[in-house]
């Protein structure tokens, strides 16, 4: 008798250790999905805000020696985007920075088509499409 009441609360140490390492793992696994899909996020946000920022800044810019692409590259969210980028986005990019630009001539003067609007829209789009396949919208 004295033997069957050791057992059983034994029995019940060892079930409520297991239900405690159970309920800590699932606990720990729901808070590495909210860190997890915080930062994601965060990156999302810091990409949108790259984007206007290189917008505003090549909008505003004194000279034409600088390429919408360097100051996109400059940036320091631009590191974490560039691996998800689609190869068209950055094909464009980089036909952009080597000066790849269409030219139209206007009469007697040349003029350039902005390649921004373009690159802001392929940027923007890739982000839109990161943003889906991660589930944050």
């Keep these: ?5 050791i057992l059983e609360v034994t029995k019940l140490v060892v079930s409520g250790a297991v239900g405690g390492v159970a309920a800590a793992w699932s606990n720990w696994g ?3 999905r909210r860190s997890k899909l915080a930062y994601r996020r965060e990156l ?3 990409w949108r805000k790259m984007v206007l920022d290189v917008t505003r800044t090549y909008e505003n810019r004194q000279t034409e020696d600088i ?7 400059r940036q320091q969210a631009y590191f974490s985007l560039k691996p998800h980028l689609l190869s068209k986005t950055l094909d464009a990019l980089k036909a952009e920075k080597n ?3 269409v030219e139209v001539v206007i009469g007697a003067r040349k ?4 390649p921004p609007d373009r690159l802001v829209g392929l940027l923007t789009d890739d982000i839109a499409r990161i943003e889906v396949k991660w589930d944050l919208v």
Aim: proline share 0%; aromatic share 8%; hydrophobic share 45%.
């Design 1 to 5: 008798m004295f033997l069957d009441s």
């Design 30 to 32: 729901l808070e590495k």
């Design 44 to 46: 999302v946000m810091s």
């Design 67 to 73: 390429s919408f692409t360097e100051l996109v590259e």
């Design 99 to 101: 000066k790849e630009n």
């Design 111 to 114: 003029a350039t088509i902005n």
